[in-house]
């Protein structure tokens, strides 16, 4: 059974960035997809950036492109998301999801919330 942990997230002022972190265990981490999605209050969750199991394609939401890198360090398990120039409307919580492509996804964390303020 898997299991994801989010870490990393905090409250901020607007233009700080933040390293999200998300720990995995119960699968081969480096063969799955891993992605980062997002929940604003009174919103759908809508997807962040995924990246491919050996992290050597990514794709992003337009909203968070040129701000945000996802990564992953397999010998670790770890997946990361770095949050730049960190606006207000990011405020959301932040979860991690595994899957077995880069669009389908299956397994997710607990979440980790980001708040910026203005």
């Known amino acids: 059974q898997v299991q994801l942990v989010e870490s990393g997230g905090g409250l901020v002022q607007a233009g700080a960035s933040l390293r999200l972190s998300c720990a995995a265990s119960g699968r081969t981490f480096s063969t799955y997809a891993m992605g980062w999605f997002r929940q604003a209050p009174g919103k759908e969750r809508e997807f962040v950036a995924a990246?491919?199991?050996?992290?050597?394609?990514?794709y992003y939401a337009d909203s968070v492109k040129g701000r945000f890198t996802i990564s992953r360090d397999n010998a670790k398990n770890t997946v990361y998301l770095q949050m730049n120039s960190l606006k207000p409307e990011d405020t959301a919580v932040y979860y991690c999801a595994m899957g077995a492509t880069m669009t389908s996804f299956g397994s997710w964390g607990q979440g980790t919330q980001v708040t910026v303020s203005s």
């Open positions: 990246i491919s199991w050996s992290g050597g394609i990514t």
